[in-house]
C-alpha cells in the first residue's frame, strides 16, 4: 500500500528541491562566496569601507565626526556611534550598551534561561541588576534571534526559533517586543516596546553551535549554517551574514530583486536607505503608489500605537526604546560622495554614431577628443575627475604623450579650434593597462592625466566627470545603455558632430566571439545591428544609468567586427574590472563614489 506515495514524495523531493534550488539560487554566484560583506554586492556599513571588493573595519578616526555620545558595555564612553561600531567590528565583539554617556546608568542585558544551558534558552532582558523582562513570542524572528546569539557570543546566529508558553503565569504577561534590521551585534541596538501578551508567549531560540551537512533540502550558508532551501531568496537574512539573498535569480512574494541579484524584504523598500547597488530599491513604481514613511522612526510609533492598544489604562507608562537604525543609515549617507555622472540636460530630439542621434549641449559633458599626430579626432575619451581622463589602450602610446591633444566641452569637431567653445589640452602622463594585449586587445584602457592649462586648470567649467563603477554586478545582460563618439557612420563616413545611439549589454559574447573573447570585455548592441560603435569611437564611453540617472563608464569602445553587423555587436572594455587598477593611480577619493 505505501511504496506508491512514498515513492511519489521522494521524487518529489529530489524533483522538486533541485527545481527549487536552480529557480532562485545562482549556483555560479553562490560558489563565489558572497556575504554581507561583498562590496560587489552590497553597500558596506558606515563603520566599514571597502577595500578589493570586501567591507573592512574603518578605524574609529575615519568616522564622521559628528555624532552623539553612546555607552559600550565595559562601561567606556564612545563619541560616536560609527566609533563604537568601528571598535567592536575591528574585534568581532559585541560593545553596545546604550545611547548617552556611561554615567547614565541603563542596562539592556540578554540573558537565556536557564543559564545553564548557554547556547539556547527563552530570552529576557535585565533592565536593572534586579528585574528581568520576557521577549515576547510575538514579532519574534530570525532577525531578532541572530543578534541575541551574536551578543550571547554565537557569531553565526540562530539556529531555531520558538515562541514558548512562560512558565508560572497567573497575570498578563509584560514582556517586550524586539525588532531588528538584522545585522546587529546588540540587541539593544534594536527597537524595543513594553507589550501586554495575552496569550504569555514568550521568544527561544537555540543558537548555532556545530556545523553539521546539510540536506539536500537545505542550502549551505558562507558561514556554514545550514537553513531551509525554502528560506533563501525571500529577503530575510536567515543565515545572520546575507550568503542566503545575494545570488537569486529570482526573490520570493515579499521581497524584491535587485538587478544585482540581491533579495531586499519589502518592508525596506522606499525607505530612505539605498538597498540595491544602483539603487533601484528606492525608485521602483512601488514608492509612487505607498505613501513615503518619514525617515523617524515609523515602526516603533506604529507599534507604540500597537501596545496601548493592548496596554490597560490603569497600567504603569510602557517601555520604549528607539533603534539605532536612524544612526546607522545616517552614517551611512555621509559617505563621501563627489560630484559624478549627472548631465545638467533636458532632451529635445532630432532623429539622424552609427544609427545614433546627434548629441546636444551637456548632454555628455564628460565626452572628450583625443587627436594624434593628425589634423583629425583619432579616438574618443572620457572624463573621471581632476586632470583624468580615461580611454582604450589601443589609443595612445606612453611614448608620444607630447603629441596628444584634448578637446573637452566639443560638440563639433569642426569648432576644434574655436578657443571660446572648446578648451585644448596636453598631456602629461599616458598609462597603458600593464596587461594590454595589442594582438588580442585584452586590457585595453588607458589612463592620461592632463597638464593644466595657462589658468591652471584641467577642465572647462561644463565638463563633468562622468562616475566609475565599482561592481560588475551594478549592470546585466538586457540593459539599455548610451554610446557616444565621432566615429564613422552607416556610410562609414567621418562624422562632425558628437553622435550617440542606444544599446543593449549582452551577456552570451563568448558563443559569438569565441576565443576572441577575454574578461574584462563586455559586449553591447543591438540585435539588428542597426546600432553601433565604429572607427573613430574607439577610447570613449558607453555609459549605463542607476535609478536615479547617475551616468557610469560601463565600458570603453574597444573593437568589433567591423561596424553594424547583424549578429556582431561591439566589444567593449569593462571598466568595473578596473576600479581598482584606476584608484591606484588617481587616488580611491577622486573616483569614489559609496563606501571606498
Ligand atoms: C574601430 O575600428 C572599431 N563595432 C571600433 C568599434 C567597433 C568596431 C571597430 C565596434 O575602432
Avoid at 492598544?309 to 563621501?336: C, N, Q, V
Wanted: aromatic content about 10%; some cysteine; proline content about 4%.
Amino acid at each position: 500500500m505505501k511504496p506508491i506515495p512514498s515513492l511519489v514524495f521522494t521524487l518529489c523531493l529530489l524533483l522538486c528541491t533541485f527545481g527549487q534550488k536552480h529557480r532562485y539560487l545562482i549556483e555560479e554566484c553562490v560558489s563565489k562566496g558572497y556575504t554581507q560583506n561583498s562590496c560587489q554586492k552590497v553597500f558596506c556599513q558606515g563603520w566599514q569601507r571597502c577595500v578589493q571588493g570586501s567591507c573592512l573595519c574603518k578605524l574609529p578616526y575615519q568616522c564622521p565626526k559628528n555624532g552623539s555620545l553612546v555607552c559600550s558595555n565595559d562601561g567606556n564612553t564612545f563619541r560616536t556611534y560609527c566609533q563604537l561600531k568601528s571598535f567592536e567590528c575591528q574585534r568581532k565583539l559585541s560593545r553596545f550598551a546604550h545611547r548617552g554617556s556611561c554615567s547614565i546608568q541603563k542596562m539592556f542585558q540578554v540573558v537565556l534561561e536557564p543559564e545553564s544551558a548557554t547556547s539556547e534558552g527563552t530570552v529576557q532582558v535585565k533592565l536593572n541588576p534586579s528585574q528581568k523582562t520576557y521577549i515576547c513570542g510575538e514579532g519574534w524572528g530570525i532577525h531578532e534571534a541572530n543578534v541575541v546569539c551574536r551578543e550571547r557570543g554565537f557569531p553565526e546566529g540562530a539556529d531555531f526559533i520558538e515562541s514558548v508558553d512562560a512558565e508560572n503565569l497567573t497575570l498578563p504577561l509584560h514582556c517586550l517586543q524586539a525588532e531588528c534590521r538584522g545585522t546587529e551585534t546588540s540587541l539593544a541596538e534594536c527597537a524595543a516596546s513594553q507589550l501586554n501578551q495575552n496569550n504569555g508567549k514568550v521568544a527561544k531560540v537555540v543558537c548555532h553551535t556545530q556545523h553539521e551537512e546539510c540536506s539536500s533540502q537545505e542550502f549551505r550558508c558562507v558561514n556554514r549554517k545550514c537553513i531551509p532551501l525554502h528560506k533563501t531568496c525571500d529577503g530575510i537574512n536567515d543565515c545572520g551574514d546575507l550568503s542566503d539573498e545575494v545570488c537569486c535569480r529570482a526573490c520570493r512574494t515579499g521581497s524584491f530583486h535587485c538587478k544585482s541579484d540581491v533579495c531586499i524584504a519589502e518592508k525596506y523598500l522606499c525607505n530612505n536607505e539605498r538597498d540595491c547597488l544602483t539603487g533601484e530599491d528606492e525608485h521602483s513604481k512601488l514608492c509612487e503608489k505607498r505613501p513615503k514613511t518619514e525617515p523617524g522612526e515609523p515602526s516603533l510609533r506604529s507599534r507604540e500605537e500597537a501596545s496601548k492598544s493592548h496596554t490597560e489604562a490603569t497600567e504603569e507608562e510602557g517601555y520604549a526604546k528607539p533603534s539605532m537604525d536612524e544612526e546607522r543609515k545616517r552614517i551611512k549617507t555621509l559617505f563621501t560622495q563627489p560630484y559624478c555622472g549627472i548631465a545638467n540636460h533636458t532632451v529635445t530630439r532630432r532623429k539622424r554614431i552609427l544609427g545614433g542621434n546627434n548629441a546636444e549641449k551637456h548632454e555628455f559633458p564628460w565626452q572628450v577628443a583625443i587627436k594624434g599626430e593628425r589634423e583629425r579626432i583619432s579616438c574618443g575619451g572620457v572624463y573621471i575627475g581632476g586632470c583624468w581622463l580615461l580611454t582604450a589602450a589601443h589609443c595612445v602610446r606612453a611614448s608620444r604623450v607630447h603629441i596628444y591633444k584634448v578637446y573637452t566641452g566639443m560638440l563639433n569637431s569642426i569648432e576644434m579650434n574655436n578657443a571660446s567653445r572648446t578648451l585644448r589640452f596636453n598631456l602629461k602622463r599616458v598609462i597603458v593597462h600593464e596587461k594590454y594585449n595589442p594582438k588580442t586587445y585584452e586590457n585595453d584602457i588607458a589612463l592620461l592625466e592632463m597638464a593644466p592649462n595657462h589658468m591652471g586648470k584641467c577642465y572647462t567649467d561644463d565638463a563633468v566627470p562622468v562616475c566609475i563603477p565599482w561592481s560588475k554586478y551594478m549592470f546585466k545582460g538586457g540593459e539599455q545603455c548610451k554610446v557616444s563618439g565621432w566615429g564613422y557612420d552607416e556610410e562609414l563616413t567621418r562624422q562632425y558632430a558628437l553622435k550617440w545611439g542606444y544599446i543593449y549589454l549582452m551577456e552570451n559574447c563568448s558563443a559569438i566571439y569565441k576565443n576572441r573573447y577575454f574578461e574584462g570585455m563586455e559586449c553591447a548592441g543591438t540585435h539588428d545591428g542597426s546600432v553601433d560603435s565604429c572607427k573613430g569611437d574607439s577610447g570613449g564611453p558607453m555609459v549605463c544609468l542607476d535609478s536615479n540617472n547617475v551616468a557610469y563608464v560601463w565600458g570603453i569602445v574597444s573593437w568589433g567586427e567591423n561596424c553594424g553587423v547583424k549578429g556582431y555587436p561591439g566589444v567593449y572594455t569593462k571598466v568595473a574590472n578596473y576600479f581598482e587598477w584606476i584608484a591606484r593611480y588617481t587616488g580611491m577619493s577622486l573616483i569614489a563614489r559609496y563606501n571606498q
